[in-house]
């Protein structure tokens, strides 16, 4: 990290601004670099034929091309959906030569004033003409002509060995060398971050050090996923990835206070089956203690059964169905509008009751027909992902359901039926639906990676192939094969040697062979807990954490860039500057009493980066104590404040 923001560059500069003045400058000075730091980020780009399809020519066909010759609709019978498509040719023949985009009508066909010209009415760029070009030019031009046998699936003995030994063989296959892992203390602030939501205090990095080599990784795993902390942490982020985040009028508030967080935090501090966990919150009865406040999930959707639907999807499927709603998903073959809608009827005989969170189910009616692009109504039936139908009986056409008290399980409240649509949809996609370990697993790979094996994570289906498919399927198998223990599979992938991989420096890696670290910004629960524990406090602190979440409020974003009002609340914030005040926090006490800069350097250091400066910042960080002539506590309170703001903070080590 370089620190030559820690002074101006001109003495002039000093001369003419007032210290705090000064100091305000100083930190924005500070924030803009991290803003570049975040920005610059390398997005590594293999250039074989599969990362060119999937980075660069599949996105170009998706905005200009598909909508005519994809799943809905195949004019001349060309397809541009997938590659396997586009190499099938149309009904004039093929319209791809391997390995010569100059014999390819489909590259031909975008060059200006050809004839017939692709895509009609507009003209691509030449770079992304080139794209196409240089996608064609990769293609190998040897037929297959016998299909590929599959592997047998092969057996590991655990998680983290499954994990390295995929890995590895694809750096091998890619050609790709891994980073130098990281050094113990790194790793220590990575997984206390993960795990507990925060960075350790120097007392905890401290004593992990001075634990045996051999044992010390494995025994703070087991120790940090024993803790709250971490199912606050896991609350915090399954929080947000089923709900999103509350945002204003008091949502926060009724979260809390209907259960759902406590239903969340216990289920993550319980290590509950997480197949149990979704089953809770499909069925959202509450009937038991461990399942209270669990029902908020659908009832925060306000007997919207469409939002239900697609807040479903994602959980269970692993991907968006929102684009089948009116027709047959545009981009992808395997989710058609029969599931959204079979999504939708399994919560439409949903209500809300007024004075609670509880969501009641009538035991009738429901039965709604959907109407496809050709103006075709179908019935709308239970249909999963994988076209297994969730049977139930359904009345004659004309026919009208009785309601009554006996078809219900609660003598006559109405809430519970005999017989609950709710109940079977959620038996059958907890029970013998293998997407719901996929998505689990794909979600916190990602969480704990920066990188779902499937990327995005929300949308695993076709259009998405997993970046270790067989490492995706032994661990979704092995997940719900140990009886969906989250606890068993999050040590596995901390005590992994890709998550223990540092960042590379020069050089580009595809962030997809995991062969580096990939930067992930902390989130605002995080940052909050954090800066708590720089200042020598208690890490839990509701009033700082929702300051600083309502600045920040993006949780592990697909692509992170800072906004202008993030700089400024970083640059400026209130809530920094009362918790750096000297009567306030210990460790700006105690800095300030230490005899001389070079430990106030040194010990501010280790307090907030976890590490010693080297000498290029030792220089910078003494020369930044000179300019303030004396004011110790001024100048310890910026200080720290830059550390705290600066691009090595904000993210995961």
Request: hydrophobic share 40%; with cysteine; charged share 25%.
């Amino acid at each position: 990290m370089d620190f030559a923001c820690l002074r101006c560059e001109t003495k002039e500069m000093v001369g003419v601004i007032s210290v705090s003045g000064w100091c305000g400058m100083l930190r924005r000075h500070c924030f803009f670099l991290c803003v570049v730091f975040h920005g610059l980020q390398s997005v590594a780009v293999a250039q074989d034929a599969a990362a060119l399809w999937s980075q660069q020519v599949q996105p170009l066909f998706d905005q200009y091309c598909v909508k005519c010759h994809g799943p809905l609709e195949q004019h001349s019978g060309l397809e541009l959906d997938s590659a396997a498509a586009v190499l099938k040719g149309a009904d004039g023949g093929a319209v791809v030569v391997p390995g010569k985009p100059e014999d390819s009508r489909l590259f031909q066909y975008l060059a200006a004033g050809s004839e017939p010209h692709m895509p009609p009415g507009k003209q691509l760029t030449e770079a992304q003409q080139k794209s196409v070009q240089q996608w064609i030019s990769q293609l190998s031009q040897v037929p297959r002509t016998a299909p590929v046998a599959a592997l047998p699936a092969r057996s590991f003995s655990s998680v983290t060995e499954a994990v390295d030994v995929c890995v590895s063989e694809g750096w091998a296959e890619r050609g790709v060398a891994a980073a130098e892992a990281v050094s113990d203390g790194v790793w220590c602030r990575r997984v206390y971050l993960d795990l507990a939501g925060r960075i350790p205090t120097a007392a905890e990095l401290d004593r992990f050090l001075q634990a045996p080599a051999e044992v010390r990784r494995a025994e703070l795993v087991d120790s940090l996923l024993q803790s709250d902390e971490y199912a606050v942490r896991m609350r915090e982020l399954w929080d947000v990835f089923l709900l999103g985040r509350p945002g204003r009028g008091g949502r926060e508030d009724r979260r809390r206070q209907h259960g759902w967080w406590s239903f969340l935090e216990g289920a993550f501090r319980d290590n509950r089956p997480w197949n149990d966990t979704v089953r809770s919150m499909l069925v959202a009865r509450g009937d038991r203690p461990e399942d209270l406040g669990a029902s908020w999930f659908l009832y925060e959707r306000r007997n919207n059964h469409q939002a239900i639907a697609e807040a479903v999807a994602p959980l269970i499927y692993g991907t968006r169905v929102d684009c089948a709603q009116c027709h047959d998903h545009p981009l992808t073959r395997d989710i058609r509008q029969a599931h959204y809608w079979g999504l939708v009827t399994a919560f439409n005989r949903s209500k809300n009751v007024d004075g609670g969170a509880v969501v009641a189910e009538s035991a009738t009616g429901g039965f709604v027909n959907f109407t496809n692009l050709k103006k075709e109504s179908q019935p709308a039936l239970m249909v999963l992902l994988d076209e297994r139908v969730v049977a139930e009986e359904r009345p004659a056409e004309g026919e009208k359901q009785a309601d009554g008290d006996d078809l219900y399980a609660d003598g006559g409240v109405k809430q519970v039926p005999r017989v609950s649509r709710r109940q079977a949809f959620a038996e059958a996609v907890v029970t013998s639906n293998p997407l719901l370990a996929r998505s689990f697993v794909n979600r916190m790979w990602f969480v704990l990676l920066g990188r779902g094996l499937v990327h995005p994570v929300d949308e695993m289906n076709g259009r998405n192939p997993a970046s270790h498919p067989e490492l995706l399927d032994w661990l979704s198998r092995d997940f719900e094969s140990h009886g969906y223990d989250v606890r068993r599979l999050m040590r596995g992938l901390v005590l992994s040697r890709p998550y223990g991989l540092g960042l590379v420096s020069g050089g580009e890696v595809p962030a997809s062979a995991f062969a580096a670290a990939i930067e992930r910004p902390l989130t605002g629960e995080q940052l909050a807990r954090s800066w708590r524990v720089v200042a020598g406090l208690a890490a839990e602190d509701d009033g700082l954490r929702r300051k600083v979440t309502a600045a920040l409020p993006e949780v592990l974003p697909r692509e992170y860039a800072a906004t202008w009002q993030q700089a400024q609340f970083l640059s400026g914030t209130e809530a920094l500057a009362e918790l750096l005040r000297a009567e306030v926090s210990p460790t700006v006490a105690r800095l300030s009493a230490l005899p001389s800069v070079d430990e106030r350097v040194r010990v501010a250091f280790l307090e907030v980066c976890g590490r010693l400066p080297d000498a290029g910042e030792r220089e910078r960080s003494v020369e930044f104590f000179v300019e303030y002539e004396g004011d110790v506590s001024a100048a310890v309170r910026d200080f720290l404040w830059a550390l705290m703001t600066s691009a090595e903070f904000l993210t995961v080590p």
